[in-house]
């Protein structure tokens, strides 16, 4: 139950995005927004790097932040693409689907029918809260692909982060994944959205809450949190996310979306709360 407490607490961080994001000024561009977020992260995990540490893993480590990074500009671009209800529905939906099909074949070891269940329950909430009569923009062929390419990068990250955790501290682990994630990421974002342009004040501030609270303080308590659950449920129990994104889009934002959006909130809670029951269920 406590990784399980870890992966909400991760997801409802995670689910502020939106809404910082619909707070900051429109010249800043979302490439740099997710790159950004990324330095932000590696920034905060300073102390974790300068203290002494064992030999770390670096071939996973390399591994989970080409993942990140790719996941970060892809998601984005992607979203850009297809609109925002598409593809948010299709990256975020499709992530649990990924986790456990790769899950059963490279660990042999597939999530239960009871699992199943529960995440197709979530995602079909899911979609069905973020595509509905307002989403107009006609989604393309590459903007799908880029949100299937975030998801599959995404639950490939949880996978490798859930093999890595056994080998080192979840902290430096998260630190030394980060840095070079942002590494990666910022000549990405120079080339796809231009020269960077903050604008004013409410711009940093946005970039450092979702690189501290969003990015750094979400994905540490997701690392500590595969210790104790599968990899695909975290990836699963991260669609918690969206739940957090629409309660504050309708508290902070004053959006007022219609009864279909509610029954898929409705359908996500109901799928997490079954993929928490087959969790403990195969839990020793």
């Known amino acids: 139950m406590r990784g399980v407490l870890m992966v909400l607490t991760a997801a409802l961080l995670w689910g502020t995005t939106g809404t910082a994001q619909s707070l900051a000024p429109a010249q800043l561009s979302p490439y740099w927004v997710g790159a950004l977020r990324l330095l932000v992260a590696a920034l905060f995990f300073v102390p974790w790097l300068v203290r002494p540490r064992p030999a770390l893993p670096w071939p996973g480590i390399v591994a989970a932040a080409l993942c990140m990074s790719v996941y970060n500009l892809a998601f984005f671009a992607g979203v850009k693409a297809s609109g925002v209800a598409v593809g948010t529905a299709v990256a975020l939906g499709s992530g649990p689907l990924w986790a456990g099909l790769l899950q059963a074949l490279i660990s042999r070891r597939a999530?239960?029918?009871?699992?199943?269940?529960?995440?197709?329950?979530a995602v079909a909430g899911v979609v069905v809260m973020v595509v509905g009569p307002g989403a107009t923009q006609a989604p393309t062929a590459m903007g799908l692909g880029l949100c299937l390419l975030a998801g599959?990068?995404?639950?490939?990250?949880?996978?490798?982060?859930?093999?890595?955790?056994?080998?080192?501290?979840?902290?430096?682990?998260?630190?030394?994944?980060?840095?070079?994630?942002?590494?990666?990421?910022?000549?990405?974002?120079?080339?796809?959205?231009?020269?960077?342009?903050?604008?004013?004040?409410?711009s940093w501030a946005v970039v450092?809450?979702?690189?501290?609270?969003?990015?750094?303080?979400?994905?540490?308590?997701?690392?500590?949190?595969?210790?104790h659950i599968s990899g695909a449920t975290g990836v699963a129990l991260a669609l918690g996310e969206p739940v957090t994104a629409f309660v504050l889009a309708v508290l902070v934002v004053g959006e007022r979306p219609g009864w279909l959006a509610f029954?898929?909130?409705?359908?996500?809670?109901?799928g997490l709360a079954v993929v928490v029951r087959a969790e403990l269920r195969q839990s020793p």
């Not at 303080?217 to 210790?227: C, D, G, I, P, S």
């Open 263 to 270: 029954a898929g909130l409705v359908l996500v809670l109901a």
């Open 111 to 121: 999530p239960p029918l009871g699992w199943w269940a529960g995440a197709c329950l």
């Open 152 to 202: 599959l990068s995404y639950a490939v990250y949880t996978l490798v982060n859930k093999h890595l955790v056994a080998q080192a501290p979840a902290g430096v682990l998260t630190a030394a994944v980060f840095a070079l994630a942002a590494v990666l990421a910022l000549p990405m974002a120079w080339l796809l959205g231009g020269p960077l342009v903050m604008g004013s004040a409410a």
């Open 208 to 227: 450092v809450w979702l690189g501290v609270m969003g990015t750094a303080v979400a994905y540490l308590l997701f690392t500590h949190a595969l210790k």
